[in-house]
């Protein structure tokens, strides 16, 4: 209770208690005693309280219980041990979850509270008093009579009512809770005959309002509406109108099967507000009322209710509620395609809430959303691009007030990513995305992905967010006996080590993340918290696990009461002191002796061996594991592949394990394959989370087709198929028999298919064969490295790392770790089958190519080579290489075999049996490279003049400074930014043409030259003749060619050859139209 006015009275009414309890705690000085104190009212005790410092000169302080305190001796030990008091009050006992747990270890500890020199004063509310007497009876037989402190009837009136105002102006200031409620009622009802139809009205309000933060909400329907009776039979408008909103949010929250009550109380209530006539009231509520018009997609009514509160919030000065109408407004724009107002409004939104300290990531997400959109209407891509990053830059902050805007967010951006060929950052949007569904219930099933914990997001009317509760997302995991059989093994003495084993995409990390951890993370046992770590990275493992041990233990501290963690110590490691084995185990028993529980899991642990192949790095790890199993109130969990299981012989080979339990029945835990029951079950529990609902009998079908003549349905099958069936929306049986004889088939192909897509249209064919090349013809998976697949794609091996990356962030492909280079592999055999049908002929067509092209090059380049060689021994200076000097040979030799060809297809220069040659990817993509090269060169190559005039002098000197010009030129021309325009200052005719061909050729390739040096000099045979001249030069070059980010070692390095260069006039200057090397 928050009004002064109250605090004489109250404290008049309590003021024996308040001498009672003084001198209790005066009398009790320099020894231990035991003060109960009586009291069911937070605002009573902290009245009391303040009269009670204003009444004696005593600093007593105050510990505050949070909600996941596990035990009072230690908590009040960990921060008070040092300190002399002269007393302590401890309060919020009845907020603690695990409040049983904690009076028993009270109890058992109880003669350890003597060593405290000072009075302990417990506040306790009836219902703590009843467990404390049943539960703790030896500690509670240490106090004297409670003191109680109470309040009067007209009190608890006026507390009514102050919470009644909370409810109906400012809902996220009230904090009431269930149990003093129903206390207040208690207390009301004993005091008073017969309550009046207000009070009772407001009462119920109240509840109602609590149980719609609990989540119960058709409980919260249900008082609301008898609340409502009384407003609305008394013609309070303004009130009706609050509560009709409630329902509406109430009805929302429930799903999208109550739209249609949701929205006509919505019209109810603006109704109800609007004859009230009391915009001050509606402005009050505008952002629950905006907001839920928002999600409803009411445009007409959100944009009168924003023009009808804009006002009123500027004249008020409240910013962020400005900010929020300019969003409302935006958004309404964008509804109209009216882009550029939508723009100005969101942009307007922003500018605002920059000026604010805090700004509300909600209102924030949605201004950059809209602007971003309104912008890629407005064909400003990169400024689109932008704005979608600051919104998914809020990240948490974001979705968990509005997961639903947040994957809107995803969505765009990753459509704006894709159409700019970001393919990979695309995709790990779409990853996102799917987390995010799937985490707050919008989407039932991940696909082949790991599980992440689920999460319930903050609740938009009361700003409150409850965690799941940890029964419900076990249930909707489906293993509720293999969680319950884990977690009793952590707690057994004789099972100080557990292995996790089973088949790949059985579920292993899923149910340690999703599952195991939440459970252990809020399991209390002998007195201990239980203490989670979790290990999955393996290259350095000692700075693995202390930076995991840190963040867990960090973690841990944050939920803790206020002070209870000051004395807890904490991990310390720097550059100065980094991480060893010998702090890791120093930190491990100092947990111990905090009264915690450490559970080290070790997950894939499989990836421990490859990535410390060394013996002496895994004895190290094996006398680590030692050491921790003999730390009391410590247990390690190794999780891994049960084809990789035979490697930890190795580790009871080598480890002295004698006084530890070495039968490997007692260490081993085998996690299987979902029973055709317990898969019906867990979609059952996954639909019914998304809402996504399937008919039983289509339930019963697919699972049956899953299961097949295993008789069982493998998790990452389950999630695959069913990943696609809730993409298609097939929700009906007779929808799932319309795909044909094999439903699960087809299901499968479309999702193998949606891969393929994602790693961009220019990657398909590449994504497509490296999944047919991991089969074989006996339908088994294979296992190769990048190098063995990149062997395979010749030409397109560039593209080979993104299409692994998605491949295997899309759960199709593992990465198998290996010595010295790791493999990819399938991630079932269930998809060989499906991708072999599917890709078989497009392999095979590719062969077939393949070897027709083989064929025909050879013939092709015997031919060019003989020439080249007849040319070059004839000393013939013009010819078909003639024109090239060695170096630019060298360049183009890679890429000669397909241009000659594509040359010869573009003439129609074949043999008719020879012309299917022309059909080859690789032909075909130099035969467009040269169609554009004849419509580029016909625009950009400077033609020679017919008569060009022979009066433009040129001497040797100047000559040798042409060429000693243009090789300083080249390091602009054959590297980035590869200047055309430079070069069509230095050369002419056919050597512009072949130079253009050098340039493509290295862009192709991602390849470029520099130059560290060059040195002209001339050598004599100098000539000019009309607009023509010849000059024989020594050029010395130190020159690197790069390909791919690595070095073509064979045409790098210093050399110096002997060249005939022949000059030309062009456009009224001397240019180079051919070069030949002259010597060998």
Excluded at 533 to 543: E, F, G
Excluded at 652 to 660: G, P
Excluded at 664 to 685: E, M, P, V
Aim: glycine residues 4%; contains cysteine; aromatic residues 10%.
């Amino acid at each position: 209770m928050n009004n002064p006015n109250l605090l004489e009275e109250i404290t008049d009414n309590n003021a024996r208690s308040l001498k009672t309890l003084t001198r209790a705690i005066a009398l009790s000085q320099g020894r231990f005693s035991l003060i109960l104190v009586r009291c069911n009212y937070k605002s009573l005790r902290s009245q009391i309280l303040q009269r009670l410092h204003q009444e004696s000169n005593w600093d007593i302080p105050e510990l505050i219980l949070a909600p996941s305190t596990t035990t009072l001796y230690t908590g009040i030990l960990d921060r008070f041990d040092s300190q002399p008091l002269k007393g302590l009050m401890v309060w919020d006992l009845e907020s603690v979850v695990a409040l049983d747990d904690l009076l028993i270890a009270t109890n058992r500890v109880r003669d350890r509270f003597l060593s405290f020199t000072f009075p302990l004063v417990l506040w306790v509310t009836d219902g703590v008093l009843r467990k404390l007497r049943r539960i703790a009876p030896d500690f509670f037989s240490w106090m004297s009579t409670p003191i109680e402190f109470t309040m009067p009837n007209n009190q608890l009136m006026a507390l009514v009512r102050e919470n009644a105002d909370l409810a109906f102006t400012d809902e996220q200031k009230f904090t009431l809770d269930a149990a003093e409620l129903k206390r207040i009622q208690e207390d009301l009802r004993n005091q008073v005959e017969g309550l009046a139809p207000e009070i009772e009205a407001i009462l119920s309000l109240i509840l109602g309002l609590i149980q719609f933060r609990e989540n119960q909400l058709d409980e919260a329907i249900e008082q609301y509406q008898a609340s409502l009776a009384f407003w609305q039979s008394t013609n309070q408008f303004d009130r009706s109108g609050v509560v009709l909103l409630n329902i509406a949010w109430a009805y929302y929250l429930k799903g999208k099967d109550y739209r249609a009550e949701t929205r006509n109380r919505i019209r109810e209530s603006i109704e109800q507000f609007e004859q009230a006539n009391s915009s001050d009231f509606l402005a009050n509520h505008s952002r629950k009322l905006g907001e839920l018009l928002r999600q409803l997609g009411e445009w007409e009514s959100l944009e009168r209710i924003a023009q009808k509160v804009a006002k009123i919030h500027q004249s008020q000065g409240e910013t962020r509620l400005v900010a929020q109408d300019y969003s409302f407004f935006a958004e309404v724009a964008l509804k109209k395609d009216h882009w550029q107002d939508a723009k100005q409004q969101a942009q307007q939104g922003l500018d605002l809430l920059k000026t604010i300290a805090d700004p509300h990531p909600k209102i924030l997400g949605v201004c950059y959303f809209i602007l971003a959109k309104s912008q890629r209407h407005l064909g400003q891509i990169k400024d689109a691009i932008a704005n979608l990053e600051h919104a998914h830059n809020l990240g948490e902050n974001l979705h968990q007030y509005d997961p639903s805007l947040y994957v809107e967010i995803l969505a765009e951006l990753r459509t704006l990513k894709f159409e700019q060929a970001e393919y990979l950052p695309a995709f790990n949007l779409k990853l996102e995305q799917i987390k995010i569904e799937n985490q707050y219930g919008l989407r039932a099933f991940i696909g082949a992905r790991r599980l992440p914990p689920a999460k319930q997001m903050i609740n938009p009317v009361s700003g409150e967010r409850k965690t799941v509760p940890i029964e419900d997302a076990i249930q909707e995991f489906g293993r509720e006996k293999d969680i319950e059989e884990l977690v009793e093994r952590v707690k057994r003495r004789d099972r100080k080590l557990t292995i996790i084993y089973g088949p790949s995409g059985v579920g292993k990390s899923s149910i340690i993340e999703a599952a195991l951890i939440p459970v252990l993370e809020q399991t209390y046992f002998e007195g201990r918290d239980i203490l989670p770590i979790l290990v999955r990275l393996y290259k350095d493992w000692v700075a693995t696990l202390a930076q995991a041990l840190t963040d867990t233990i960090q973690k841990y501290h944050s939920s803790l009461g206020a002070g209870l963690e000051d004395n807890v110590s904490k991990p310390q490691t720097n550059q100065q002191n980094p991480p060893s084995v010998k702090s890791i185990i120093k930190q491990l028993r100092q947990n111990e002796h905090q009264n915690l529980y450490t559970v080290l899991i070790f997950d894939q642990f499989e990836e421990f061996f490859f990535d410390n192949s060394n013996p002496s790095s895994r004895r190290e790890f094996y006398d680590f594991l030692h050491q921790c199993l003999e730390i009391p109130y410590l247990k390690v969990i190794l999780s891994l592949r049960e084809d990789y299981l035979y490697y930890l012989l190795e580790f009871s080979r080598t480890t002295d394990l004698a006084n530890f339990d070495t039968n490997y029945q007692h260490i081993l835990y085998y996690l299987g394959n979902f029973s055709t029951q317990d898969a019906q079950d867990i979609i059952q529990g996954l639909t019914n989370r998304s809402q996504f609902t399937l008919e039983s009998d289509l339930v019963a079908e697919f699972v049956k087709d899953l299961a097949g003549e295993l008789g069982e349905v493998r998790p990452i099958e389950f999630q695959v198929v069913g990943t696609q069936l809730e993409t298609e929306k097939i929700t009906t049986l007779n929808q799932y028999r319309e795909l044909g004889n094999n439903p699960k088939q087809k299901l499968v192909e479309r999702f193998l298919e949606v891969v393929v897509e994602d790693c961009g249209k220019e990657n398909e064919r590449v994504a497509k064969l490296v999944l047919y090349w991991l089969t074989n013809e006996n339908n088994t998976r294979l296992r190769k490295t990048q190098v063995e697949l990149a062997k395979d794609l010749e030409r397109d091996a560039k593209k080979l790392d993104l299409v692994l990356e998605i491949l295997v962030g899309s759960g199709l492909l593992l990465r198998v770790p290996g010595v010295p280079d790791d493999y990819y592999q399938l991630v079932h055999d269930y998809l060989v089958s499906f991708i072999r049908q599917k890709y078989q002929a497009q392999s095979l067509e590719l062969e077939e190519e393949r070897e027709r092209s083989r064929k025909f090059q050879k013939r092709v380049l015997f031919g060019s080579v003989a020439a080249a060689l007849m040319m070059t021994g004839l000393a013939i200076t013009a010819g078909i290489f003639g024109w090239r000097y060695q170096r630019n040979y060298r360049e183009l030799k890679i890429s000669m075999k397909y241009s000659d060809i594509a040359n010869r297809c573009l003439k129609n220069d074949l043999p008719q049996e020879e012309s299917l040659i022309c059909k080859n990817p690789e032909i075909q993509e130099s035969l467009a490279n040269l169609q554009y090269k004849v419509a580029e060169k016909a625009k950009a190559a400077p033609p020679v003049p017919a008569n060009s005039p022979i009066n433009i002098p040129l001497t040797e000197i100047e000559a040798v400074n042409l060429i000693n010009s243009w090789l300083q030129a080249k390091e602009q021309i054959y590297a980035p930014p590869f200047n055309r325009e430079l070069l069509n200052q230095y050369a002419t005719g056919k050597y512009f043409e072949r130079s253009i061909d050098s340039i493509e050729w290295l862009e192709r390739y991602s390849a470029y030259y520099t130059y560290s040096s060059s040195i002209v000099e001339a050598i004599g045979n100098f000539s000019r003749q009309g607009n023509q001249a010849t000059i024989d030069v020594k050029v010395t070059q130190d020159l690197i060619l790069h390909v791919n980010s690595g070095i073509d070692h064979t045409n790098s390095g210093l050399s110096t050859s002997l060249y005939r260069y022949t000059l030309q006039v062009d456009n009224g200057r001397w240019k180079i139209a051919n070069i030949e090397e002259i010597n060998n």
